[in-house]
């Protein structure tokens, strides 16, 4: 049967490779909601075994078929897919409710999933793909170019990408993919990944990795800190490479940026703060030492090492508070009129922008920005203050409220 063609899974996936023949069948007919099935495109395919599938396309019904179908098979520990896609924030309420209940994810030899399937996909405790599994940067679901749900969106996939372990290499290919393309993994990649197992775990054969670091091959620099110097004026920079694919940048400006990041034998693709595109360079030996080139072919620093050392301090930390609750209610938001990546550049705004600084807080984002509040309103207020200050032009157009769950500290701008 086939179940000896995957000794590497688990039982309870080895049971769901037995059902191959029931997807196959639902490929080939017209299916759709009704008596029989109707929460599809969620198909319980063995009740006793808590097997069932998603066999068509993800859309905003289909999170409640998905939890109508868990109520009817509470021991679902299996989930197949054969699905193009379709709605990104369907296919995350799925996939929180797979990661949550530590579904097993497969995708069958004769079966594709793309797009947001593989969100659902990669929530899985244990993650098979034997068919197709292709993804692609996300688009506005509105076909307009929403830039600003766009963003929200890929905050929302990332966070979830990082929560389910997903490695950086598939994030970066899933980023450089353009939405009307579809990358699809190879089974070496596949393999690779961690998303197909065909042999025994003890009769595996990985790809051999460097346990040596090489200057000039960032396959090597993982779980490392990058030490880097400017050419012309000798300044240092650091840029930490955790093994979990995140990375901490710390600029010869003392501006520190986090992020993630991915490598290749050639390259390291940084992502930072709210930058949605991956930039990436090279290192390349020349006589000097080893030079780091940007896209363009240029290079302005040289690489001084790569070692297990820790991030030095370009200059001394601003003291931070970690008060958010203090300044900002349960009940209230923060008015936030702008944000800059460093704190001098939050200073200069305020100094030539803020006249009124009675209430005005700065606060460290996740993502190290300083966000610029000029106060606190009640929930009841915002919609009309926030208008009519807009429309007066005493706050700027793009002004909003925050609850502050995003934010990490309140700094001082040194204003006093």
């Known amino acids: 049967m086939e179940l000896v063609r995957y000794p590497g899974s688990s039982m309870r996936v080895a049971n769901a490779l037995f059902c191959a023949f029931f997807l196959q069948f639902l490929s080939t007919s017209a299916f759709a909601q009704n008596a029989e099935h109707p929460n599809y495109p969620v198909i319980i395919v063995d009740e006793g075994d808590g097997i069932i599938a998603i066999a068509d396309e993800i859309d905003s019904r289909t999170p409640l078929a998905f939890e109508r179908t868990l109520s009817e098979v509470p021991n679902a520990s299996v989930l197949i897919l054969d699905s193009p896609g379709g709605a990104v924030h369907g296919a995350l309420a799925i996939a929180t409710r797979v990661h949550g209940l530590g ?125 880097g110097q400017l050419v012309s004026s000798g300044k240092k920079w650091y840029a930490s490479l955790n093994k979990d694919g995140t990375t901490i940048f710390q600029f010869t400006s003392g501006q520190v940026s986090s992020g ?19 930039a990436c360079r090279r290192p390349v030996p020349g006589p000097a030492g080893v030079r780091w080139y940007d896209e363009d072919g240029g290079y302005q620093s040289l690489i001084v090492s790569v070692d297990n050392a820790r991030m030095g301090a370009i200059v001394p930390r601003q003291k931070t508070v970690n008060s958010i609750s203090d300044h900002i209610l349960p009940g209230d938001c923060a008015l936030i009129v702008a944000s800059r990546p460093t704190i001098s550049e939050a200073r200069d705004y305020v100094l030539s922008s803020v006249t009124d600084r009675r209430y005005l807080k700065a606060f460290r984002s996740r ?21 009519k200050w807009k429309k007066s032009g005493r706050i700027p157009k793009d002004s909003y409220c925050s609850t502050g769950s995003n934010y990490e500290a309140v700094v001082s701008l040194g204003l006093q």
């Not at 000029?374 to 929930?379: N, W």
Request: aromatic share 10%.
């Open 103 to 227: 579904m097993a994810t497969v995708v069958l030899s004769e079966s594709k999933c793309f797009s947001a399937c593989a969100l659902v996909f990669f929530a899985g405790a244990e993650r098979l793909a034997f068919g197709e599994l292709g993804v692609h940067q996300i688009s506005p679901s509105n076909g307009r170019g929403d830039m600003v749900g766009g963003q929200f969106a890929l905050a929302d996939v990332l966070e979830a990408l990082n929560d389910y372990d997903v490695p950086s290499e598939v994030i970066g290919v899933m980023l450089r993919t353009p939405p009307e393309s579809m990358y699809v993994f190879s089974a070496s990649e596949n393999r690779r990944y961690g998303f197909l197992n065909e042999t025994e775990p003890q009769t595996a054969s990985p790809e051999p990795r460097p346990k040596t670091v090489d200057l000039a091959n960032p396959e090597t620099w993982r779980g490392k800190v990058i030490t």
């Open 260 to 278: 993630r990041y991915y490598l290749s034998e050639s390259e390291v693709c940084f992502q930072l703060d709210q930058n949605p595109e991956f």
């Open 367 to 387: 993502n190290g920005w300083i966000a610029i509040s000029i106060g606190t309103l009640k929930a009841h207020e915002v919609d009309a203050v926030v208008s």
